[in-house]
T-cell receptor, first 115, second 111 residues
């Protein structure tokens, strides 16, 4: 069964500093990978996704992520964090077969931004 | 562009009562999903529909839970005889393919 690990429960960065959120996955095949962001009490917004091809993917709000097959990782990065980026970030792996279609999420990383 | 909508946004109920949540997916998305998210955790898959057919159910979906998607449009999730452990955020998502788009969720509190 696939699994997703987000090692950092809580990260604090200063506004304007760079950010990297870690994600490791366990999956038997080439995965579909996603990053979502969730503000308090809200649903999940898709930041970016990787299906195949270029291993560096660009997303919304200035985020990017790099797929590294050898490390089973899909880390999220942003060169300069804004106070509005404070939220919870979830990495997810997609399983899609003829009858199964679902995401497996990590436990999330809560980002706090200090001014 | 209308996203996924869920109603109600919040529900408080007493233990033992039945509750029903509704999800309206993005138009023409043939896939619809329900997830449950408890405090401090990531969402956990509950069930998946392709059009009106319910193709997969998680073991988390006990016999007190039932989901329907009549005519392949909106979906309902019903919880019978609610328990305090059912308190959570219930998220609905829809997709035309592999990318899932989530609604705002229904937060359930069972007293």
């Amino acid at each position: 069964a696939q699994s997703v690990t987000q090692p950092d429960i809580h990260i604090t960065v200063s506004e304007g500093a760079s950010l990297e959120l870690r994600c490791n996955y366990s999956y038997g095949a080439t995965p579909y990978l996603f990053w979502y962001v969730q503000s308090p009490g809200q649903g999940l917004q898709l930041l970016l996704k990787y299906f195949s091809g270029d291993t560096l993917v660009q997303g919304i709000k200035g985020f990017e992520a790099e797929f590294k097959r050898s490390q089973s990782s899909f880390n999220l990065r942003k060169p300069s964090v804004h106070w509005s980026d404070a939220a919870e970030y979830f990495c997810a792996v997609g399983l899609y077969t003829g009858t199964a279609s679902k995401l497996t999420f990590g436990t999330g990383t809560r980002l706090q931004v200090t001014l | 562009d209308t996203g996924v909508s869920q109603n109600p946004r919040h529900k408080i109920t007493k233990r033992g009562q039945n509750v029903t949540f509704r999800c309206d997916p993005i138009s023409e998305h043939n896939r619809l999903y329900w997830y449950r998210q408890t405090l401090g955790q990531g969402p956990e898959f509950l069930t998946y529909f392709q059009n009106e057919a319910q193709l997969e159910k998680s073991r988390l979906l006990s016999d007190r839970f039932s989901a329907e998607r009549p005519k392949g449009s909106f979906s309902t999730l019903e919880i019978q005889r609610t328990e305090q452990g059912d308190s959570a955020m219930y998220l609905c998502a829809s997709s035309p393919g592999e990318t899932q788009y989530f609604g705002p969720g229904t937060r359930l509190l069972v007293l």
